[in-house]
């Protein structure tokens, strides 16, 4: 009885408190990234807003903090940011949210207005970016 409760005792504090869907599924952190992708494209298709990359960088680090504090580790986190094939999907995402917003490559109208709307409504994607008009 004693050797049972004990057997039960060790795997319940070695087990992990929850199981982590993978880091490349983790809602937060997809939707987060995706903004950043947003804000990207909208930085490389309109020529009166840019990118403020120090807060795009402020904000890939608190996502990070976030990351460690569910449980991922440092190298999933760097596996993710780095993968080419992560970057991509993101990328089309991007493009597809876009899209239904009217933009277009080479409909610059789109992407400035987009992106007026974004920095107007005070949006992470708007917060990521700088209106030079």
Known sequence: MLRNLTIALTLAVTAPA???VPINEEPVIINTLLQGFIGDAIDDNCPTI?????????????LRDYALA???TADE?????????EKA???ALAADWLKERGAEPGNTEAYCR????EI??????????RSKK
């Open 89 to 91: 999907k993101g990328k």
């Open 120 to 129: 107007a409504k005070e949006s992470l994607i708007g917060y990521l970016l």
């Open 18 to 20: 929850h199981a982590l």
């Open 77 to 85: 986190i760097r596996a993710l940011v780095r993968s080419k094939e």
């Open 114 to 117: 987009i992106g007026e709307e």
């Open 50 to 62: 840019e990118a403020r990359k120090l807060r795009a960088l402020s904000e890939l680090n608190k």
């Open 70 to 72: 569910q449980g991922y």
